[in-house]
């Protein structure tokens, strides 16, 4: 019997953590069933490190966009710098942008200003926004909502770990909820909770790797393999089989991440 194919939707493979190791990492990845990683690009000045990634390896798509952490000390993007991007074959979702006050609270405002470009290139490009969220629910379901109602994008709310609230704000948008590492740690019960309350059709799952790890790796680098076993808490969650929920995550990334499920590995 194959094993079930999944994607791991969000993670970092330009990171230190990975150098010289991606052919081993996209090998690990295939004999688990991940048969696509979408790599995401951090800061714009990195796309020269992450786009040729996704160029030569053929499960890897790739995203871009300026975190919000890196907001203060970063060139305000711009919507055509973006838009621009999207004429690339593999360049599948503008992200990840978002807010974070965890860390950064005092560049909010330029974190707000940097989030509405970016929602602007996912409305002229069609392409999914790709949300970071930390310490931040207020104003991002705020924000969500009101640009949603003055021209409609699609989204995913990444390595979702907020509350119940935005988690309803963005389902009742129409977006997304990706399950990481986080979903599967014992402690995370309210998380859980909250993406078995959500539709099944809107989950994605991801590793954000090299970060959060699940178990029984935690505390390891983590790397796309490992999306797996966030797959099978997901699937238990749902009272799903892990076949299923593989194949219901696997549709779900398709009619989200369009563009990615449309290309064609050039003969």
Known sequence: ?????????????????????LDEVIANAADAGVARMVTICTKMANLPQVQPIAEAHAPIFFAAATHPMSVASEP?????????LAAHPKFVGIGETGLDYHYTAESRDAQIESLLIHIEAARQTGLP???????ADDDMARILTEEHGKGAFDCVMHCFSSGPELAKAALELGFYLSMSGIA???????????????????????????YLAPPPHRGKRNEPAFTVHTAKVGAELYGLS?????AQTEANFERLFAKAAAYQVPA
């Open 129 to 135: 926004l790709i949300i970071h969220s930390r310490d």
């Open 76 to 84: 305000m993007v711009s919507v055509e710098e973006l838009v621009a």
């Open 242 to 246: 892990y076949e299923d929920f593989a």
């Open 184 to 210: 599967a740690f014992p402690r995370s019960k309210e998380v859980r909770e909250i993406f078995a309350a959500a539709p099944v059709d809107r989950i994605l799952v991801e590793t954000d790797a090299p």
């Open 1 to 21: 019997m194959s094993t079930p194919k999944i994607t791991d939707s969000h993670c970092h493979l330009d990171f230190p953590d990975f150098e010289g190791r």
